[in-house]
């Protein structure tokens, strides 16, 4: 079969949350969720032997399309909402800029199809897992990418078992902003935090992954608090080909002022660890620092972020990842006012 053919499978509708559940309970793994479907049918296509369901459970008609705004609770955004409404939402670009700065730049044919939850939960672009080698993350029992072509889809801060690197631009702004998940499972429904949500590399029903949801279990909401007076969040990135490309590295930065004096500061990078690395020292030295910040605490802040690096040395190695990550956080600071 070729990489651009379909293999045969299974289609069901969804009538409820907790139908889609019994349905992928039932399948033991053998069902996966589809909404947008601009990752998971790319797998199809390419024939990822451990990732090719046999059903796909189609659960966008679900009423989980909404970006819900309340001054008391922050904001609510079901889980097959497209990036494209939540980036045209007034209250996010008002509040939550990180998001929306996040979730802007896609092709309207991506903007209009791409989900929330999809977004964050999608799988890692590992080309060595996406041209099916039989790597952790396949069922095999090796990474080649830690001794292979590594530059450009892979971790700077060391791996386990799996150096991809979280792809997409929500994750590493709603862990700066936030955010918490509602979860289904067959127990009901549970809150996890983003950590919780994308704890790094683990095992979860006998497949290596990032995101600790077992296959029985469904993303159907997004909570992110209303942020405190006085803060402002923002999203900067740098990609081969801009907004429509996955991110070489990003950065997410929310910073609460008190005055001009910055209070408290989150700081995270995207595309250069398995989960969205969060660059403390950064964090620390942000801390009593005045805004608009200097060139100087830009650059010292920005350098502070990668501490800690361990670019991969082995195969074609990734040491430019550490200057794009860089250079990511100088422009999501530069912005701050």
């Known amino acids: 079969m070729s990489n651009n053919e379909l293999a045969k499978f299974g289609y069901m509708q969804a009538t409820s949350v907790s139908d889609a559940v ?3 309970n039932k399948y033991a793994g053998n069902a996966r969720v589809i909404a947008g479907g601009t990752d998971i049918l790319s797998q199809m296509k390419d024939n990822v032997d451990l990732l090719v369901p046999e059903y796909v459970v189609d659960i966008t008609n679900l009423g989980l399309n ?54 964050v939960l999608q799988q890692v672009w590992c080309w060595y897992l996406r041209s099916n080698y039989d790597c952790w ?9 830690a001794v292979g072509d590594n530059r450009y889809y892979h971790s700077i801060f060391g791996g386990n078992l799996c150096y991809a690197v979280s792809p997409g631009d929500v994750a590493p702004a709603l862990f700066a902003l936030g955010a918490d998940v509602t979860v289904q499972g067959p127990g009901g429904s549970s809150t996890l935090t983003m ?34 007076s006085g803060t402002q969040s923002t999203y900067a990135k740098v990609a081969d080909r801009g907004g429509v490309d996955f991110a070489l590295a990003s950065a997410a930065v929310s910073v609460t002022t008190n005055g001009s004096n910055i209070s408290g500061a989150k700081v995270y990078l995207g595309g250069v660890a398995n989960t969205p690395h969060r660059a403390s020292s950064a964090e ?20 502070n972020a990668v501490s800690g690096a361990t670019p991969m040395t ?18 999501a600071l530069a912005s701050l006012t």
């Open 137 to 145: 993350r396949n069922g095999g029992n090796v990474c080649y990418a």
């Open 195 to 228: 950590d919780q949500l994308m704890p790094g590399v683990t095992i979860v029903d006998g497949r290596v992954t990032e995101i600790s949801l077992h296959f029985n279990e469904i993303v159907t909401e997004i909570h992110i608090p209303m942020p405190a």
């Open 314 to 331: 082995l195969g074609t190695g990734n040491a430019f990842k550490v200057q794009l990550a860089v250079a990511a956080v100088k422009n």
């Open 66 to 119: 909404y970006v819900n705004f309340s001054s008391s609770d922050g904001i609510r955004i079901g889980a097959t909402t497209p990036v494209g409404v939540i980036q045209a939402n007034s209250n996010v670009n008002q509040y939550f800029t990180a998001l929306a700065q996040a979730t802007s730049g896609h092709p309207p044919g991506i903007a209009n199809q791409a989900t929330a939850a999809g977004n």
């Open 22 to 24: 019994s349905i992928l």
């Open 284 to 303: 620390s030295y942000l801390v009593g620092q005045s805004l608009p910040l200097s060139a100087g605490a830009i650059s010292q802040a920005a350098q």
